[in-house]
């Protein structure tokens, strides 16, 4: 008799008892789900030995490889004197540490810091933090947002009435409040003979012409800093940031930036607004806070802000709560994930590591498929040319034969490695790229 396999078992185990996210089940009759035994470094291994080399670090998640010793240490560490204890009322040392470094990091000018647990958490965490500010401030009319348009701030239901792609709001048109959006600074939507710069130029006199007739009734302007991920990878030029943060104190709306997936040198500054020279009035961190390890989120905001709601009367606090705000563990991996940066002088290794990708990736960029090539930082993406819609599933097929976890969005295929992958490695997710686009 022959023994299922153990990674069959799990799978089939998976498919009765786990609903997974982002998934239309049924197309599991035919699309095996991958089970997972162990991570090393930039690699995720299969239970019989198979090897895929992470190439999306995880949704966005992973900067220092799976199993990292330096963070399964410091974790280790906090297990045995604190997993967790509640922030209303009470405090540890992990939560202040990483919150005074965190605010060093961006020279103090942002300097409370209100912690959540993913992503979407700290999003809600600043648009009721920024209403409430204009609430208590005398202006309770200042309580609309506007966003840009294909940008993605998460799924609850308030972060998808900012969110602006149709695949995962228009469902759920019917429960969201109504939101504006403004023209994109994507530099794939510019018009042809326009650079980049002069259509961030072009998409912040759209903003403009919103603000002037509705600055009144705004609360905040949401961005993703230089790179709108779900949109696509879709890149713009930092001009756009100064505009906006220009135009958002001419006419007093908040300016928050969702650094959830941009922020931890993804775009080769350890913040993307830094490249703009702009601070927000909140800034929204998750995903590689913890280096990927545990979910965490803070949202960090000014002086300003923080005052807003100091008061005698209870109400005027933000009372918004998460039962696992600040929690000891999490705090713990983000302060590994610090020490990781400084220590190793991150941003400046990866300089050198984007590089020798760019320079490898030029059969890759000409290839007769490929369009748009483009890199910011530690994030590459390319369309390719192709009619089949279902090519996003293919492609991931096609890729993990290679060995390599790619999930195209649409047609769009980009990588997001981990910041610990060695020029190896790089090469062989460049070779691996190309075989899977010459299988089609
Ligand atoms: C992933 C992401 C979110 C949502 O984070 P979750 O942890 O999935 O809730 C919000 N904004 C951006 C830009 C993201 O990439």
Redesign the pocket.
Known sequence: MNKPLLSKNIEARSLEFVWHPCTQMKQHETLPLIPIARGEGAWLLGFEGERYLDAIGS??VNLFGHSNPRINAAVHEQLDKLEHVMLAGFTHEPVVELSERLSSLVSGRLGHCFYGS??????EIALKMSYHYWHNSGHPEKNGFVSLQNG?????LG?LSVTDVALFKDTYAPLLRASAHVPTPDWRYAAEGVSPEEHAQQAAAGLEAYLVQHHGETAAFII?PLVQ??AGMGMYHPRYLKLARDLCNKYGVHLIA?????GFGRTGTLFACEQGNITPDFL?L??GLSGGYL?L?VVMTTDTVYQGFYHDDTTFGFLHSHTHSGNALACRAALATLDIFEQDDIIETNRAKAAYLNHIAKPLAFHRKVRNFRNCGMIWAFEVETGDPAFSGKFFQAALAQGLVLRPLGNTVYFMPPYIISEQELDQLVAGTMRALDAF
């Open positions: 949704w966005w993913d992503g979407a958490s700290a999003i993605y701030h998460g799924e609850t972060t993703e991920g779900a969702d650094e959830i997936a941009v929204c998750a995903k979910p989120a």
